[in-house]
């Protein structure tokens, strides 16, 4: 299976100069895990509920940059990538999200979430 054909296609985005608070709040009011942080426009991060742990809340404050504490550079896939060769890097990297790009365009993101569905199916 393609990740093209498993993966979320909604993906919420920021600038990195939105405060950690505001996108606490964004995650939350959407019931996400992540939100992809940009620059200028262009994706540059993902700021992840792991990041709010393990960097904001031991040894920052909500009130700064998200583009601060966002995890980079992106681990980006296509959409014709296999599901099984992108769980390979998921697990090899400890992470659970994927960015999915073609001709540098969003198209969607690949989540550990979405390979547990298809596991169950």
């Known amino acids: ?46 700021f992840t509920e792991r990041d709010l742990l393990s960097k904001v809340l031991l040894s920052g404050s909500l009130e700064e940059e ?4 966002c995890s980079s550079p992106l681990i980006v896939v296509s959409p014709n990538y296999d599901v099984k060769e992108a769980a390979k890097i998921m ?18 993101i690949f989540t550990a979430s979405d390979l547990v569905r298809i596991l169950g199916r």
Not at 30 to 39: C, E
Not at 66 to 69: F, I, S, T
Not at 91 to 108: S, W
């Open 1 to 46: 299976m393609k990740i093209g054909e498993a993966m979320t296609k909604t993906v919420v985005m920021v600038d990195q100069k939105t405060k950690v608070k505001d996108v606490c709040k964004i995650m939350g009011e959407k019931k996400i895990g992540s939100v992809v942080v940009t620059k200028e426009g262009k994706p540059f991060g993902i």
């Open 66 to 69: 998200v583009g601060r504490y």
């Open 91 to 108: 697990a090899d990297l400890k992470i659970r999200r994927l960015l999915v790009m073609e001709n540098g365009e969003i198209k969607g």
